[in-house]
């Protein structure tokens, strides 16, 4: 550990994000798909109006023809269905996009956190999009310059829940063996998974997801750390009688994707009951990290824990510019309470964070705004949450 150590905090000292070259309004994907349902005005018509209602204006893709037009863009025939790129086409593409993406998110979270990439001991990579051997922590312990014997954690298709649960894996790896520095490298390419539409169902899940790559360092606070994250308790639950209302499944032409309406509903049954398990008679926080799986999980969140437009406003400005960037996206979340905290000067304050994927899977945990390390004394307890 280093001899400047001052904390016993466990925190997220630097962020980065980075994304896609090619970004696209939502109204303009909106009349591309409503065109390639030509057949189908019924879906044409519930295509504009979803995409109208769900909360995104942009989102970013690596592929550019999505910018294009319907006879461009291969994820859309408007004929018959014999040129839709197979799933091995749309690892190639993964495989070539997300290395550079996942490079600038980690430049960035290193160079935020004032650490050296020789001194990361861990690194978790989070991908549900893509998979290919050797992976992305091979490619990045070789471009970064992380030392040969650095541990490899992959956390893999475990959905829009799994950038939390790195930030939580971490927080045990640097509990368990004080001193580590933990780096997470989540990319997403969803758009890489849209398939031709067939019904409603896929025309919710293709509406607001987008591509993205994020990055933290994890470690213990020094007298040099700003404005940090300090990570407190956290836990995930499996909710009951939900197995089914979200998948994830490997197929032909991509993964295929259901997303149930009865999602928003079923955390409005069952979320409150986990909040307060988590905060232990602790009052409500000031600061809530939701991640906006959908416009409605982040009304719903909302109105069971009664919460002010102020405390959902870093969700909904997300899920607006970028849409749900699966794994990212709490990660972008934080990184916009974080910018928006030390931008006013605020002082200290809680917040919980939250995800949510298949299972259907709530990971929950509490985190706490830092704008400067207190030094540990003897006669003082540092204790943030």
Known sequence: MNSNNLSSDIAILGMGTALPAHAVNQPDIAEL???SLQDRPDLARFAKRIFRSCGVETRYTVEPSYLGTLEECRYLPSAEHTNIPTTRERMDTYQREAFPLAVKAAEQAIQDAGISPEGITHMITVSCTGQYLPGLDVQLIRHLGLPARVNRLPLIFQGCAAGLKAIHMARDVVQG?????VLIV??????L?????????????ASFFGDAASASIVGTPEAKHRDYLSLGTGYSVLLPDSTEDMTWEVADYGYDLYLSPRIPKLLGVHLEEELRLLLQGDPFPELWAIHPGGRGIVDSVQEVMNLK?????????????YGNLSSNTILFVLQAIRQDMKKRE????????MAFGPGLTAELMKFTYVPALTPVTEDQDHVLL
Request: negative net charge.
């Open 186 to 191: 989540c990319v997403e390419l969803c758009t």
């Open 346 to 353: 605020e002082s200290s304050a809680s917040g919980v964070a």
């Open 309 to 321: 437009q102020e405390q959902t406003k870093y969700s909904r400005d997300i899920l607006r510019d």
């Open 193 to 205: 998974h849209f398939q031709p539409v067939q019904d409603r169902e896929a025309l919710f899940a």
């Open 33 to 35: 798909i409503a065109a």
């Open 177 to 181: 063996a004080p001193g580590s520095q």
